[in-house]
């Protein structure tokens, strides 16, 4: 048991390094492009505005990954928080005894995701960020239905 719970906190605190550090990653592209990169200088303004440089293109997917690993990592505390007392899923073992206190958890969890997923697109297409606001929109909302269609105590 007491191995177990080393690895699972080895585990957790390594998932918060590598969101970490793909953050900081990014913030090195971002920086290292430089302003000149971040919009074309030839074409209609349209294509300049909506077609970012291939410079900015890589800050886009680089952003985009850390987003991902944020998101899972995310879920992944949703899930271990929720599996003590709340969810009953066959394939989390034993869920221990009910929390009262974890009635609405559930849908909690649901709601921020989806509100999470909302705003983070909708600044990544603010900034012209395509990519990063297509892998939230398709990342966040499939892990609040997936995580609302789990058994739960209370239903």
Do not use: K, N
């Not at 007491?2 to 957790?12: D, E, K, Y």
């Not at 705003?119 to 609040?144: D, Y």
Request: glycine share 12%.
């Amino acid at each position: 048991m007491g191995l177990g719970m080393f690895f699972f906190g080895l585990v957790f605190m390594g998932g918060w390094a590598a969101a970490g550090a793909a953050l900081v990653y990014a913030v090195v592209v971002l920086v290292r492009i430089g302003p000149r990169d971040w919009v074309r200088r030839h074409g209609h303004p349209a294509v300049r505005l909506l077609v970012p440089t291939p410079a900015y293109l890589r800050f886009d997917v680089v952003l985009a990954m850390s987003a991902l690993l944020v998101d899972l990592w995310l879920v992944a505390v949703a899930i271990v928080f929720g599996s003590d007392g709340i969810f009953t899923e066959d394939w989390m073992g034993y869920p221990g005894m009910t929390d009262p206190s974890g009635q609405g958890y559930q849908a909690g969890v649901v709601s921020a995701l989806h509100t999470l997923a909302w705003w983070t697109s909708g600044v990544a297409a603010l900034c012209r960020c395509w990519t990063t606001a297509g892998v939230q929109l398709c990342v966040l909302p499939l892990a609040a239905l997936w995580i609302g269609s789990f058994d739960t105590y209370y239903t």
